[in-house]
């Protein structure tokens, strides 16, 4: 399975944008970009996923790269409750989700 | 709140119990999963199961036995367990398998499990 690279911890101020970067060199062409949150004591919430075209919903926005070996998520207005461990993962068919150590949001007030 | 309910939130047991975790999910999903999550590390895939069999075993010690009895249930039967296996137990959802890479997994807030 392909790897992703993500920053170990990230701080933002309450009310700013929050781009959270990954990298993901060794992505196939079948592979599709997924990210996960945990919250404290949660267990995993599913935010977005894409395959080649930026993505937007409710949560967020995912901007991938045109050569698909890096991606970033966004979270336009960063709140209190979105501190969380974020994770990147790249999924195939397999059934497997491979969780990566992920980024730590820490949001300021 | 969670789409995916696993009971109980917590557990103690001694290495020499039996126990079972039990995961229900309500929304159709045909795929069903088991993850093990040490403390400040991330969740690890123990079990996939797909239309109610056994997919994927990810080589987990047979004090571990996972139960699909329906679409909708998922057991974790535990026995003769180790201190080492004190961890968050988390179940997961997804649509199907076949269609994984496109589908998301709802998971629950897991059980946490301490072995005596």
């Not at chain 1, 992703?4 to 599709?32: A, F, K």
């Not at chain 2, 080492?84 to 997961?92: F, G, I, K, P, R």
């Amino acid at each position: 399975d392909a790897k992703t690279t993500q920053p170990n911890s990230m701080e933002s101020n309450e009310e700013e944008p929050v781009h959270l970067p990954c990298n993901h060199s060794t992505i196939s062409g079948t592979d599709y970009i997924h990210w996960y949150r945990q919250l404290p004591s949660q267990g995993p919430e599913y935010v977005i996923h894409g395959l080649t075209s930026n993505v937007n919903n409710r949560m967020a926005s995912l901007a991938i790269a045109e050569d698909r070996k890096s991606s970033t998520l966004i979270l336009h207005r960063a709140t209190l409750r979105d501190a969380a461990v974020y994770y990147c993962i790249l999924t195939r068919n397999t059934g497997k989700l491979i969780f990566g150590q992920g980024t730590t949001l820490q949001v300021k007030p | 709140d969670t789409e995916v309910t696993q009971t109980p939130k917590h557990l103690v047991m001694g290495m020499t119990n039996k126990k079972s975790l039990k995961c229900e999910q309500h929304m159709g999903h045909r795929a069903m999963y088991w993850y093990k999550q040490k403390a400040k590390k991330p969740p690890e895939l123990m079990f996939v199961y797909s239309y109610e069999k056994l997919s994927i075993n990810e080589s987990v010690p047979s004090r571990f036995s996972p139960e699909c009895p329906n679409s909708s249930l998922l057991n974790l039967h535990l026995h003769a367990l180790q201190p080492e296996d004190s961890a968050l137990y988390l179940c997961a959802s997804s649509q199907e398998v076949h269609t994984f890479s496109n589908q998301p997994q709802h998971f629950g807030d897991g059980t946490r499990l301490s072995i005596l």
